[in-house]
């Protein structure tokens, strides 16, 4: 996950890639070539991305996937919610997870969404971080 994101608290940002060629922006970054099949491919920068988005889609990962998906079954399974995350300036949808305790029924189409830091696995000495996305407008 390295250069995926930057920042913490208000500024935290995710980090795309934008072709200087045709504009294109790219989430996940790519740095090596232009996606973009019009493209005759120029250099890849990298750009923050907007930090609010529209909910586009959402589904929640209630139940352990079955195999193959890999899991550790001796871990206890933690429902989480995920979103498709539309940008409308850079015209991409980025997926992520909702800050823990968001459900699917705290969630609508077009809902105004934020990328928060999150926690995406931590033991005794490392936190992993990771993006989520956050209701702008949690209804009660
Ligand atoms: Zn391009």
């Known amino acids: 996950m390295a250069n995926w ?5 208000e500024d935290f940002r995710l980090l795309g890639t934008r072709c200087s060629d045709c504009a294109s922006v790219f ?7 232009c ?16 930090p609010h988005g529209r909910v586009w ?12 998906y890999v899991s550790d079954p001796e871990l206890p399974w933690r429902p989480y919610t995920l979103i498709a995350v539309e940008l409308p300036a850079e015209r991409i949808v980025v997926l992520g997870q909702a800050v823990p305790g968001v459900t699917v029924t705290d969630l609508t189409v077009g809902m105004d969404v934020r990328a928060v830091p999150g926690v995406l696995y931590e033991d005794a000495e490392t936190t992993w ?12």
Request: with cysteine; net charge positive; proline share 13%.
């Open 5 to 9: 994101f930057t920042g913490t608290g």
């Open 27 to 33: 989430f996940p970054r790519e740095d090596v070539h």
């Open 35 to 50: 996606r973009n099949p019009g493209c005759a491919g120029g250099a890849l920068v990298e750009v923050p991305l907007s």
């Open 57 to 68: 889609s959402y589904t929640d990962g209630r139940y352990r996937p079955p195999s193959p």
């Open 129 to 140: 971080t990771t993006w989520h996305w956050r209701p702008v407008e949690v209804r009660t």
